[in-house]
């Protein structure tokens, strides 16, 4: 199968399944032309014994079950023997005749053995006429079969046939017990991660050359400049979140602003392909480096030994060939080579890169959809990326992964600056100064193009807003000799080219089309230059690079926002009178960046911005929205609109849905932070608003007397619960000392409270060792007027060595009860001034339980992780008297740091752990990506008997430790990020099978389970989630999890399989259900996006006045459903209307 030598389609292996579940079921082996084999193995064979009388009636009962003429049978036979023989010409004799002559052919003792055969088919020699037509006999003497058939069916690769053969044997015996099915690419995919084998070409493909051109050819170009690097191993790599399907992009979305990012859901395309990204679909705005990301991983998979074939989707719609013609007709005829692409994905060393989906038409996109659907079902498990700018553009299968490429963050900046303008110290933060300063320029230095170009232009120091960045960037395109040294372009006039180009654009525009047909090109050139040749302004603007062809009959803009730009002037200069009219397409691309430029480049948007404050907006407030975004980019307003838009943005402010919540948060940031605006500023007190910007507001003004205001502001009141002050911290920790004497005075107002006591303690905790005076720490833990907790905290402040009184302190908070005694207690000993074996010595105490000390460990292990001083977990295992469950913590804490003897270790004594410690160990997998240690941690594991809650425990543990990466927290918890596919993510399959067998399980403990097991990717399991889901949803509330959660977990895996309940029940499930099950329910109807989903959704908004909560989740997916589907929400009373836009 991995064989990339020519073979005929019906000899060409494309998937295997070992143990089918099938009559004949040693294996089956489906080939290029669709046939099937069905074998069956015997070392030995004797005509007299079970496995005879067996043999021939599942012949039988094959050939009635779904067996096509192409399929085939076969017998192989271990040993030579006179049977085998007989059976041989038994099969071959039938050739060419009828029954009866066949059966004449035969010799006597033939006719015996067809006899016996008959006896065992009803007596019927039709029955064994039927079965000899479509069986052959193969012999494979087992002693000889490495000898004689490894030439025959190992390929050329990186190690001896002999190597190559065990790999794959040792993969087969493995997937025997659960069926598993193989096809080139997965297994392919194992060979690579798991043997380290890269299988060889034929020679005459030319694959060697092809490798190195599409190596030469991955550069990094910045548009309209002479910068040119190859991509080598400078590549920037870009950071991917997994994307949310039911975000529909709109004028908010395409220059990011301030919000909030969770890492957990980050996909490293550095591993595409692997077993666990073998389709995926990139998603991203325009200048994010789409195409230069196709031509990094192209480099990257053919400097590995694969085969990228980079596919521009423009081409490949003009060229209206099918995937596969094309691959072998164009690609192969561009670079001059022999490459038989059909064998190359049969083996898995293709991988397809289709570029640019977006920039195609709608129809012609549904067909490139297409005949991408039917290449992957003709080349099972081929592996292929596709890019596209809004996701809106394509309804992918259910199981591809989809991700969007992020914005450039803080910490992004330097390697950037690095890479274009080495050697110049500094640059980096002054440059980060200026994004802070100016947040319209911020959002778009943050797309990788446009601070490519900032930092090659050396426009760092300039008073740029975005719009002059773009007009710089146009300006190298109209402008080229001005920039760089070029050939002398022809004599048309610049201006007149940038007339038409913004002509091209708006009309472009008008059809909701990116990129313009050349009629339409020379349909503006006829218009506004009558006297010009077609053919030369069409050849001048594509010189430039402000148009590039796109196959024969089209041509774009370098990228989309330049159209959209381009666009918003024509839209100024010739149609001002439309703007009004227009507006309502704010939500719907691609218009929406284009209004949004008109606005904020209109000289005098003022009667436009009435219009809009004056209309009823929706109910997503898209009106409001677009004005703070166009004010925060620079539109001209005067006071009295500024102060009104401010006071609605502001009214709003943390009060509606989530998606939308985060929008109106970057507004506040960016367009009413500086100035302060006076509505926000009266609203920086309210600790709800704590995580919506209130820190980063604070901290552009570096203000102290606004600060501590706003800090005493979020201090009056019950406090019990603020416990954090988010991004708010910063701030605090510049302050030091004034802030720390505020929570010391808050402390002392009610000293007897003790949740009070806990919230301070956890303030001053959070604050960085060194910013608050060590003497005021110090004072403030001798004050025995304050509680335990909050003099603890101060005192790991204080910069003191460990006295007698402060470790009686210590003592007493640990042996208490509670979260906070024993946080305080950690916060004190992790004062640098605290040595190792005082630790040790304190943590041992006679006087503290020894659960609780564990607990004090964790928290101390935590507070040092937070400070950058994981090395002290070393010291603990270093010592001669940690205890073994202390040992067996810090262990784990370690190998969070990478200390990979630690886990071994651990391993070690698996087979002595609790099953908690035993969960916390099998956790830590995707920090060890090493098949042999899972291996031995399995097999530890199923050696010992575990009880019902042991076996959950540990089974949750296994699936998530060998499919995510735990940052600890804690014992078996933590944050999750994505981890590269586990070598030995499949170990576990037989212990999982034998786990759900067992009979001791409640429903919903059998439905956890079970959706480990197909998290995990246990095969075969699925099938089984759908009834269970059913029976746990049919039973009383005492009969399910507690907060609905395992329930919602479960509805979205049925969606991701295809089994998801119809959706009639999916709204009486929202309607009725828990708010963790309801809101899973709620995005599983999103994800349906028609018009029957929406109303679904605004019923079941009606139905739940009281769930505030829940209303939230509904609109929040709502919107981007309405905007796909052109809907326009408002509110009548209490019920929700909607009109078409």
């Known amino acids: ?132 037509k479509h069986l052959d006999i193969s012999i494979w003497p087992a002693d000889c079969l490495v000898r004689d058939f490894l030439p025959q069916w190992m390929p050329l690769s990186t190690v001896p046939s002999t190597i190559l053969f065990k790999a794959l044997t040792d993969m087969v015996w493995e997937g025997a017990h659960v069926r598993m099915r193989f096809d080139g690419a997965t297994l392919y995919d194992r060979l690579r991660s798991e043997a380290l084998i890269i299988v060889s070409d034929p020679s005459n493909w030319g694959s060697a050359k092809y490798r190195d051109a599409i190596a030469a050819l991955s ?172 996701a809106a553009a394509l309804s992918p299968p259910r199981d591809v992964t989809m991700v969007e490429l992020m914005p450039l963050r803080d910490e992004d900046i330097a390697p950037y600056v690095d890479f274009y303008r080495p050697g110049e110290p500094g640059l980096a933060q002054t440059l980060l100064d200026r994004i802070d300063a100016r947040p319209d320029l911020a959002h778009l230095v943050r797309i990788p193009i446009f601070l490519a170009l900032l930092l090659v232009m050396r426009q760092e120091h300039e008073d740029l807003r975005r719009s002059d960045l773009l007009d710089s960037y146009l300006e190298t395109l109209f402008r080229p000799s001005a920039f760089k040294s070029t050939q002398k372009f022809d004599p048309i006039d610049t201006t007149m080219l940038r007339r038409i180009a913004e002509h091209a654009a708006f009309d472009a525009l008008e059809t909701d089309t990116l990129g313009l047909s050349i009629r339409g090109l020379d349909r503006c050139i006829r218009d506004l230059a009558p006297a010009l040749r077609t053919d030369d302004v ?131 940031v960016d367009a009413f932070s500086l100035p302060l605006h006076s509505a926000v500023r009266a609203r920086l007190g309210e600790r709800h608003l704590l995580h919506n ?17 706003v800090l005493s502001e979020l201090l009056d009141g019950d406090i019990e619960h603020m416990l954090n002050i988010s991004d708010l911290q910063q701030e605090v920790n510049r ?68 006295e007698p009184a402060i470790e009686e302190l210590i003592v007493l908070a640990m042996a208490s009860d509670g979260y906070h005694s024993r946080a305080s207690a950690a916060q004190a000993l992790s004062s640098p001034q605290a040595d190792t074996a005082s630790i040790l010595r304190l943590l041992r105490s006679p006087q503290v339980p020894e659960e609780q000390a564990l607990q004090t460990m964790e928290h101390l292990i935590g507070d040092w992780g937070k400070v950058g001083r994981s090395d002290k977990v070393n010291e603990l295992l270093a010592a001669e008297d940690i205890s073994e469950k202390m040992r067996d913590i810090a262990s784990l804490y370690a190998v969070n740091s990478g200390n990979l003897e630690a886990f071994d270790t651990l391993l070690d004594r698996i087979h002595l752990m609790s099953a908690d410690m035993v969960s916390g160990t ?27 809650g042991d076996r959950l425990l540990i089974a949750g543990s296994l699936s998530t430790g060998l499919t995510y990466r735990l940052n600890m927290m804690g014992v078996a918890s933590g944050t999750l990020e994505p981890s590269p596919p586990h070598p030995g993510r499949t170990i576990p399959f037989s212990l999982f ?90 995005g599983v109807i999103a994800k349906g996006g028609t018009m029957i989903e929406a109303e679904t959704l605004m019923r079941i908004y009606e139905a739940v006045p009281s769930k505030k909560m829940l209303r939230s989740v509904i609109m929040g997916v709502l919107e981007p459903l309405a905007g796909r589907l052109g809907l326009r929400i408002t509110f009548n009373g209490e019920k929700l209307t909607t009109k078409s836009i």
């Open 1 to 132: 199968m991995i064989d990339p030598r020519e073979r005929p389609r019906h000899d060409q292996p494309v998937e295997v399944r070992i143990e089918a579940p099938q009559s004949v079921d040693d294996f089956v082996v489906q080939f290029a032309d669709g046939g099937r084999r069905f074998f069956q193995v015997k070392l030995s064979l004797d005509a007299n014994g079970l496995a005879w009388k067996a043999l021939w009636p599942s012949f039988l009962r094959q050939l009635e079950t779904n067996f096509t003429s192409d399929d085939r049978l076969e017998l192989v036979l271990g040993a030579s023997s006179s049977l085998a023989s007989q059976l041989s010409e038994i099969t071959k004799r039938h050739e060419g005749s009828d029954l009866n002559e066949w059966h004449n052919r035969l010799t006597n003792g033939q006719r015996r053995l067809v006899s016996s055969i008959q006896e065992l088919l009803s007596n019927d020699i039709q029955n064994v006429w039927r079965v000899v």
């Open 219 to 390: 550069m990094i170009e910045v548009p309209g400049t002479e910068f040119s690097h190859q991509l080598e191993g400078a590549y920037l790599w870009p950071k991917c979140l997994r994307y949310d399907r039911d975000r529909q992009p709109d004028f908010d979305d395409d220059l990011p602003g301030w919000r909030n990012i969770h890492e957990e859901a980050l996909v490293d395309l550095c591993d595409f392909p692997s077993i666990d990204l073998g389709a995926v679909v990139v998603i991203a705005g325009p200048g994010f480096g789409k195409t230069t990301l196709v031509h990094a991983i192209a480099r990257k998979v053919a400097l590995t030994g694969l085969l990228p074939a980079i596919v521009p989707i423009t081409k490949l719609s003009d060229s209206d060939l099918s995937i596969a013609d094309y691959l072998s007709q164009k690609l192969n005829g561009e670079f001059d080579v022999r490459i038989d692409w059909r064998a190359a994905a049969n083996a898995g060393a293709l991988v397809l890169l289709l570029d640019g989906l977006d920039e195609v038409s709608n129809d012609r996109r549904t067909l490139i959809l297409e005949r991408l659907r039917v290449y992957c079902a003709t080349h099972s498990g081929v592996r292929w990326l596709m890019t596209v700018r809004d």
């Open 538 to 668: 069409r050849e001048a603007l594509i010189r430039r690079g402000v148009l590039r062809r796109e196959g024969l009959v089209r041509l774009a803009f370098p990228f989309p926002i330049v159209q959209e730009y381009l666009a918003s002037a024509e839209l100024l200069e010739s149609h001002l009178d439309q703007l009004a009219q227009r507006l309502f397409k704010i939500a719907k691309r691609p218009w929406a960046q284009a209004i949004q430029f008109a606005l904020e480049r209109h000289p005098d948007p003022g009667s436009l911005i009435d219009e809009i404050l004056e209309q009823e907006d929706d109910v997503f407030h898209t009106g409001l929205r677009l004005l703070g975004r166009c004010l925060a980019n620079g539109m001209t307003v005067t006071n009295e609109q500024r102060q009104s838009i401010g006071d609605r943005i502001t009214e709003i402010w943390g009060n509606v849905s989530w998606r939308t919540s985060r929008l109106i948060d970057g507004i506040i």
């Open 693 to 709: 910007g209130i820190g980063t507001i604070l901290a552009r003004h570096r203000d102290a007397s606004l600060t501590l205001a």
């Open 735 to 802: 302050l030091g000392t004034s802030a720390f004497d505020l929570y010391i005075a808050r402390s002392r107002l009610f000293p007897r409270k003790v949740e009070d006591g806990q919230a301070i303690s956890c303030l001053i905790g959070h604050m960085s060792i060194g910013c608050v005076d060590k003497d005021v720490a110090f004072a403030a833990a001798s004050d025995e007027t304050l509680p335990l907790e909050v003099r603890l905290v101060a005192w790991s402040h204080s910069m003191r060595k460990l």
């Open 922 to 948: 099998v956790i830590m997998f995707g920090h060890v990506l090493d098949r042999s240690r899972v291996d031995r941690a399995v097999s530890a594991i199923a050696r010992r008997r575990w009880e019902t």
């Open 993 to 1082: 099978e034998q786990w759900i067998a067992q009979a001791d399980y409640k429903p919903h403990e059998h439905l956890r389970l079970t959706l480990d097991a197909v998290r995990l990717g246990v095969p075969g399991i699925a099938k089984s989630l759908r009834p269970l889901f059913d029976s746990v949803i049919a039973m009383p509330a005492s009969g399910k999890s507690a907060d609905g959660s395992l329930e919602g977990s479960a509805v979205e895996a049925l969606y991701t399989i295809g089994d998801s309940p119809p959706l009639i029940e999916l709204e009486r499930l929202a309607s009725s259900g828990t708010y963790n099950f309801a809101s899973r329910v709620v």
